[in-house]
């Protein structure tokens, strides 16, 4: 079956780097995004990895391995507002996205 | 000049009821989805639909009737509700299916809290 594993939740310190970590295991691969859900509103998209190697976006950057089947989320100068749940998501072959539970992370002051 | 939004917001209703849950988007997109997002927080697809036509649809009741009158809107309507049904359904729209580029990305509407009593 397919899998994509996140842990259910990470906790830093405002100001500080925090690393979310996505495991996955699909029929295929077409691209990962990682997506932001703060709580009681929609995914918003960060980010799209589709070869190997780190993209940066300003203070969020997100890794993929695609011989590993890994990717991590990196987040810099973490900020109260970034307390959300950030959702790992594969496009498999077929093109259809399959979702990570979501890591919640609490930033404390 | 919102990207996706649903209507209603929240809904609340009885067991065995029927209601339909509408979708529009504005940005231009070709594809729209529907999932549904359950108290652990997984996101499920449910139906996806290209130019007005199905190419996605997962194994959901058959209560749960999509409906695409053009390809800007997605609309579900959901017969016979039940307990289960209860859950946040969001509906999707990505510019393109199939591209292995960001023309995939999908943008969500706000969500609809559906509580069946």
């Known amino acids: 079956g397919q899998n994509i594993d996140q842990p259910t939740e990470m906790t830093a310190t405002e100001g500080a780097i925090v690393q979310i970590n996505c495991t996955y295991q699909t029929s295929g691969f077409n691209g990962l995004f990682w997506y932001q859900q703060h709580a009681g509103e929609a995914p918003t998209f960060l980010s799209y990895n589709v070869l190997d190697g780190l993209e940066e976006k300003g203070r969020f950057s997100s890794f993929l391995s695609r011989s590993k089947g890994y990717s991590y989320l990196l987040l810099k100068e973490l900020q109260m507002k970034d307390s959300a749940s950030y959702l790992c998501?594969?496009?498999?072959?077929?093109?259809?996205?399959?979702w990570g539970a979501g890591t919640k992370l609490i930033i404390k002051p | 000049d919102t990207a996706v939004s649903q209507t209603p917001k929240y809904l609340v209703t009885q067991m065995g009821n029927d209601k339909s849950i509408k979708c529009e988007q504005n940005?231009?997109?070709?594809?729209m989805y529907w999932y549904k997002q359950d108290s652990k927080k997984f996101l499920k697809i449910m139906f996806s639909y290209n130019n007005k036509e199905l190419i996605i649809n997962e194994t959901v009741p058959n209560r749960f009737s999509p409906k695409s009158p053009d390809k800007a809107h997605l609309n579900l309507h959901i017969n016979s509700l039940e307990l289960g049904d209860s859950a946040v359904y969001f509906c999707a729209s990505s510019q393109e299916v199939g591209q292995v580029d960001l023309q995939e990305t999908q943008y969500f509407g706000p969500g609809t809290r559906l509580l069946v009593l």
């Open positions: 940005l231009g997109h070709d594809t």
């Open positions: 998501a594969v496009m498999d072959s077929n093109y259809q996205l399959i």
